[in-house]
């Protein structure tokens, strides 16, 4: 069985701030763990994804995320906000074998202020 | 590729009749997901397909939902009869076989039905 929880439904920043989006997953196999992001009506686009090799992660518009086995965490961060960084972020784990469904966390809503 | 395709981007309906909703998965995935995504309980899955064939549907709500993928290119979403509470963003997603459970899934733009 895996899960993922995400510790957080509301994160709001400042713009140029640091964003830290906290994910912690539940899985009995090595997982494959990605982030999804969601601007409002659209569809998910992916972030970043951690699959076995490097424990640092770095995904596309400067968001980057670290894979702790021991924390079994897998947090998301970036240095500065942007305006265009509102929106839902989904943390997402895959299980090991090949048939294995994707399981979202419940999202966290970014709110960034100028 | 123009990625996965969904439609009707928008369905209104009244209460009791049927709808269908489509998904064209990017060629050469070999498994494809149908989500449903409410304020209330988020993003969940209704059913996995890989190589046509569905593996997991324990997420389908009731036997008003089906669902079928008569081909690798093409699955439809069926409610009947349609409820208020059916009401939500429905997404269609598709992944490579290969890499199997370590690959990412595509989404498409989403259905949104609104019953009425």
């Known amino acids: 069985a895996q899960s993922v929880t995400q510790l957080d439904s509301h994160v709001s920043v400042s713009e140029g701030t640091p964003v830290l989006l906290r994910c912690n997953y539940s899985?009995?196999?090595?997982?494959?763990l990605f982030w999804y992001v969601q601007h409002p009506n659209k569809g998910l686009q992916l972030l970043l994804k951690y699959t076995s090799a490097a424990t640092l992660v770095k995904g596309i518009n400067g968001f980057e995320a670290e894979f702790k086995k021991s924390e079994t965490s897998f947090h998301l961060t970036k240095p500065s906000a942007h305006m265009s960084d509102a929106a839902e972020y989904f943390c997402v784990v895959s299980g090991f074998r090949g048939y294995s469904t994707l399981t979202f966390g419940k999202g966290t809503m970014l709110l960034v202020s100028p | 590729d123009a990625g996965v395709i969904q439609s009707p981007r928008h369905e209104v309906t009244e209460m009791g009749q049927e709808v269908t909703l489509r998904c064209k998965p990017i060629?050469?995935?070999?498994?494809l997901f149908w989500y449903r995504q409410t304020m209330m309980r988020g993003l969940e899955l209704l059913i996995y397909?890989?190589?046509?064939?569905?593996?997991?549907d324990s997420g389908m709500p009731e036997d008003r939902f089906s669902a079928k993928m008569p081909n690798a290119s093409f699955s439809t979403l069926k409610i009947q009869p349609s409820e208020p509470r059916d009401s939500a963003v429905y997404f269609c997603?598709?992944?490579?076989?290969?890499?199997?459970?370590?690959?990412?899934?595509?989404f498409g733009q989403g259905t949104r039905l609104t019953v009425v």
């Open positions: 397909f890989n190589n046509n064939v569905p593996i997991d």
């Open positions: 060629s050469g995935h070999n498994s």
């Open positions: 899985s009995s196999y090595s997982p494959s």
């Open positions: 997603a598709s992944r490579t076989g290969t890499g199997g459970a370590r690959a990412e899934a595509f």
